[in-house]
């Protein structure tokens, strides 16, 4: 069965029938039109409406429905999932997809929201740079048509993205997700999972775990797994309660000893070798150029935004000066000590 998922990869990644979604960092201009108002008004249900997504000269039909838990509740737009039917998209850069998440801006004429959705998409741009194995992303400029004519401010393009689905993710690695109730930290992949752990001590992240998330059957929280010749590889996932994003509506975990989104704290597990978080940091402090780079060019609405991001980037590479006290504090905090 592993055999054939790998083999399907290699297939996938020289075919022509390859999906070029996110094989190109370009913007991508798109609309998306269909009853926003009764979709936003029935979120709760969950239930599909017929939208149309103009690429180009190209207009998809497609079926969209809200997704998501936190904001959900908490944006007033909420974040989507696009389902396009079988042959869709045929010829368009869409082309392959199945069902997609879309992040969308939260809060309609809200310049720090909607730059909340750039800085989220720079993680996972982030996490690409650390890890291969990780979640692409597509940048948007969506124009949105209530055909309800009901929803305000409207009336401009929205920054927005696109996730890369995990049925993808999982035959581009030649894996296939694994829905488990806990994990045996044996079985992980020792170097992603510490990787994984520093990284989101980077951008200021508490919002994860490797147990059952709450409410749900299966592990993780915001983190998946990929079964790839019976060891577990965690993906992380969903970062807008990070202190990089420090989304508008973000609040810290009322557990830890923190007042803000944007002090970090080291969440790793101490079933973790020392020695492989050691590793990962240095990896990681070896891309600082990379990090600096990458969130100096993706789009900010506002310069002030993106002298935000270098301040709270920078400031771990400044504090990893210091690696030996850097990876004592990673073993003093880390969650499952004596």
């Not at 020289?14 to 190109?24: R, T």
């Not at 269909?34 to 017929?50: A, D, F, Q, S």
């Not at 909420?78 to 998440?101: I, W």
């Not at 806990?182 to 989101?200: E, H, N, P, W």
Request: charge should be negative; charged fraction near 25%.
């Amino acid at each position: 069965m592993r055999q054939a998922l790998a083999l399907f990869a290699l297939v996938l990644s020289i075919s022509g029938n390859a999906s070029p979604l996110f094989e190109d960092d370009a913007v991508l201009h798109v609309k998306l039109s269909g009853p926003l108002t009764t979709l936003i008004k029935n979120k709760k249900t969950r239930v599909e409406y017929p939208f149309t997504l103009t690429v180009g000269e190209n207009v998809i039909d497609l079926q969209v429905r809200v997704r998501g838990h936190s904001r959900l509740v908490v944006c007033r737009f909420p974040p989507l999932r696009l389902n396009f039917p079988e042959g869709s998209a045929a010829d368009t850069v869409l082309a392959g997809q199945d069902r997609v998440k879309l992040v969308t801006h939260c809060k309609n004429d809200s310049v720090r929201a909607e730059n909340n959705v750039l800085d989220e998409y720079l993680v996972y741009r982030l996490f690409n740079l650390v890890s291969s194995r990780s979640y692409r992303v597509r940048l948007l400029q969506l124009s949105y048509e209530d055909t309800d004519a009901r929803l305000k401010d409207l009336d401009r393009p929205y920054y927005g993205f696109l996730i890369e689905s995990d049925k993808e993710l999982a035959a581009r690695i030649g894996g296939q997700a694994a829905e488990v109730t806990g994990v045996r930290y044996s079985i992980l992949d020792k170097d992603q999972t510490a990787l994984m752990s520093v990284f989101q001590y980077l951008i200021g992240n508490t919002d994860w775990s490797l147990v059952t998330a709450y409410d749900e059957d299966i592990c993780c929280h915001n983190v998946d797994l990929f079964d790839i010749d019976g060891r577990l590889l965690p993906v992380p996932y969903d970062f807008d309660f990070s202190g990089v994003v420090n989304a508008v509506y973000a609040e810290p975990n009322p557990n830890l000893p923190i007042k803000r989104v944007t002090q970090r704290r080291f969440r790793g597990y101490c079933k973790s070798s020392i020695d492989a978080v050691a590793a990962a940091a240095r990896t990681i402090v070896a891309m600082q150029d990379q990090v600096l780079a990458m969130a100096r060019e993706v789009p900010a609405l506002k310069d002030d935004y993106v002298a935000e991001r270098i301040w709270f980037l920078g400031d771990f590479f400044e504090e990893a000066e210091d690696e030996a006290k850097l990876i004592h504090k990673f073993d003093r905090h880390c969650i499952g000590s004596s």
